[in-house]
């Protein structure tokens, strides 16, 4: 190859790199505001943007570096950005959903712990109505026992005067008996007693 062909080759090349300097600066430029877009996103959302803030913090240092970054050291940054912002989304996401299964279970123990205490006062329920049940109950028995035991107490008094009834009218009908055998055997002496007495007025 001769000088004036490797010339040419070099001039060629050179030109080339002027062109595509600023496209490939342009394409940096793009990848920083898009990444940078993303940095955004998770800064404006009110659930991710107090989270990972020590990932978040590094993917803001690599946009930094790869905005001051040129020449060959641009494409290594770009790809640390990338990694860093992709590293601070997975962060602030895991750190969030941890914090919303955190708040779940909270929500789970503390409904667990309404049910025990609805189901406590609902077993303090059952057994006050138990025991007043139970009280309803024995007074009624009291009640019953109260009346069977007036009522045998009034049995025995009727059947005791009903005894004194029935000895009075057994004496009095022994006497009115004895009266009566009094006077019939007085009637049989008087009836005895007249014969004689006509005999001596004769």
Request: hydrophobic content about 45%; proline content about 1%.
């Amino acid at each position: 190859m001769s000088r004036m062909e490797r010339r040419g080759m070099l001039a060629v090349a050179l030109v080339a790199a002027l062109l595509a300097g600023p496209a490939m600066a342009q394409d940096a430029a793009g990848e920083h505001a898009r990444l940078a877009q993303r940095m955004q996103q998770i800064d404006l959302d009110p659930e991710r943007n107090t989270l990972a803030a020590y990932e978040r913090l590094q993917a803001r240092q690599a946009l930094d570096a790869l905005a001051a970054a040129r020449g060959r050291s641009r494409a290594d940054a770009q790809q640390v950005a990338d990694w860093r912002v992709e590293t601070a989304e997975l962060a602030t996401a895991t750190e969030a959903m941890r914090r919303e299964l955190d708040r779940l279970d909270r929500e789970r123990s503390e409904l667990l712990v309404e049910a025990s205490r609805q189901d406590a006062a609902r077993a303090r329920q059952e057994a006050e109505r138990l025991r007043v049940q139970a009280q309803i109950q024995a007074e009624e028995s009291a009640r019953l026992r109260m009346a069977a035991e007036a009522e045998a107490t009034a049995r025995q008094e009727a059947e005791t005067i009903l005894d004194g009834v029935a000895g009075g009218e057994a004496a009095k009908l022994r006497a009115a008996r004895q009266r009566e055998a009094e006077l019939a055997r007085q009637e049989a002496e008087l009836m005895r007693g007249v014969p004689a007495q006509d005999d001596r007025q004769r």
